[in-house]
């Protein structure tokens, strides 16, 4: 049986760490790298249209995952499956579901080494007895979440080897070359935001997000997607994660996730309460 998530516990502390956010780019590219996930995303996600909405629930239901309790988790599991059980098609002459039980579990892989990854590169890297626990309790989320049960390495150096494994089949595909021009002509966040502003942020906004997808892709990934990484890149990268983790040390622990759990509450509550989710989240 997992250990519960509960407060002081290792994926409280790590997996609502706001430098998670740093990885979002690089999560994304790890899962449409999956040509089942590619060809789900490329044939009913709506994210190229609205973005930023697409964003904001994504992670209205990750903060629910480890932050809104078993019984949080359990109704997001359910929603989320009956939501994707629609998702089917045909991607290289062979008919696809959205809850391929491999597909499903490596989106479930990605969501459980990005908050290792944030700390080995912005923060402190987890020591053996917390990626112990850490992985044990995401395999107890990953099971809630209907994750194969065969499909969860039973250890923490058997999940690496399956990670590494999995990304060794990855190549291009026409989904990552989308998600990548998206990022570079995404629209303004907000539609009172001036066009003459954001055109002005759109920029640096892509510039970084492009960079961080670079510099935190496994290497392998990175020369197979033809992304361009130098030692300039490596050493400013490096400066990056210096600043950020002497940063990051500044603010208190329990503050470091204080707006993913907030939010993980909060869309527990708008869940149990139809009118109110209808009210503050466009459908």
Same mark, same amino acid.
């Given at each position: 049986?997992?250990?519960?998530?509960?407060?002081?516990?290792?994926?409280?502390?790590?997996?609502?760490?706001?430098?998670?956010?740093?990885?979002?780019?690089?999560?994304?590219?790890?899962?449409?790298? #999956?040509?089942?996930?590619?060809? !789900?995303?490329?044939? #009913?996600?709506?994210?190229?249209?609205?973005?930023?909405?697409?964003?904001?629930?994504?992670?209205?239901?990750?903060?629910? @995952?480890?932050?809104?309790?078993?019984?949080?988790?359990?109704?997001?599991?359910?929603?989320?499956?009956?939501? #994707?059980?629609?998702?089917?098609?045909?991607?290289? !002459?062979?008919?696809?579901?959205?809850?391929?039980?491999?597909?499903?579990?490596?989106? #479930?892989?990605?969501?459980?080494?990005?908050?290792?990854?944030?700390?080995?590169?912005?923060?402190?890297?987890?020591?053996?007895?917390?990626?112990?626990? @850490?992985?044990?309790?995401?395999?107890?989320?990953?099971?809630?979440?209907?994750?194969?049960?065969?499909?969860?390495?039973?250890?923490?150096?058997?999940?690496?080897?399956?990670?590494?494994?999995?990304?060794?089949?990855?190549?291009?595909?026409?989904?990552?070359?989308?998600?990548?021009?998206?990022?570079? *002509?995404?629209?303004?966040?907000?539609?009172?935001?001036?066009?003459?502003?954001?055109?002005?942020?759109?920029?640096?906004?892509?510039?970084?997000?492009?960079?961080?997808?670079?510099?935190?892709?496994?290497?392998?990934?990175?020369?197979?997607?033809?992304?361009?990484? *130098?030692?300039?890149?490596?050493?400013?990268?490096?400066?990056?994660?210096?600043? *950020?983790?002497?940063?990051? *040390?500044?603010?208190?622990?329990?503050?470091?996730? /204080?707006?993913?759990?907030?939010?993980?509450?909060?869309?527990?509550?708008?869940?149990?309460?139809?009118?109110? @989710?209808?009210?503050? /989240?466009?459908?």
């Amino acid at each position: 049986m997992a250990p519960p998530v509960v407060r002081g516990t290792a994926a409280w502390r790590y997996f609502g760490d706001f430098r998670d956010a740093l990885l979002a780019g690089q999560v994304l590219v790890l899962q449409v790298a #999956h040509p089942i996930v590619a060809a !789900g995303v490329r044939d #009913h996600s709506d994210y190229r249209e609205d973005p930023w909405t697409r964003l904001m629930r994504t992670v209205a239901s990750l903060s629910i @995952y480890v932050y809104g309790g078993t019984k949080g988790a359990q109704v997001e599991a359910e929603r989320l499956r009956n939501l #994707h059980r629609s998702f089917t098609g045909t991607a290289d !002459g062979r008919r696809y579901s959205a809850l391929d039980p491999g597909a499903y579990a490596w989106v #479930h892989a990605t969501l459980v080494m990005a908050p290792v990854d944030a700390q080995r590169f912005f923060g402190r890297p987890l020591s053996a007895s917390e990626l112990d626990e @850490y992985y044990a309790q995401m395999c107890g989320i990953g099971r809630i979440l209907g994750v194969r049960e065969r499909d969860l390495p039973p250890t923490w150096p058997d999940f690496e080897r399956y990670y590494r494994e999995t990304i060794a089949g990855f190549g291009p595909n026409e989904t990552i070359s989308t998600l990548f021009e998206t990022i570079d *002509t995404v629209r303004k966040p907000f539609s009172r935001m001036s066009d003459r502003r954001w055109s002005r942020l759109q920029k640096g906004y892509s510039s970084a997000q492009m960079f961080l997808i670079r510099a935190t892709l496994p290497p392998e990934l990175r020369a197979l997607l033809g992304l361009q990484w *130098t030692e300039e890149d490596a050493r400013e990268f490096s400066r990056f994660c210096r600043v *950020t983790r002497i940063l990051g *040390t500044l603010v208190p622990p329990p503050l470091r996730t /204080v707006l993913m759990r907030s939010v993980g509450k909060l869309n527990v509550w708008l869940r149990a309460h139809p009118w109110a @989710y209808r009210f503050f /989240v466009r459908s």
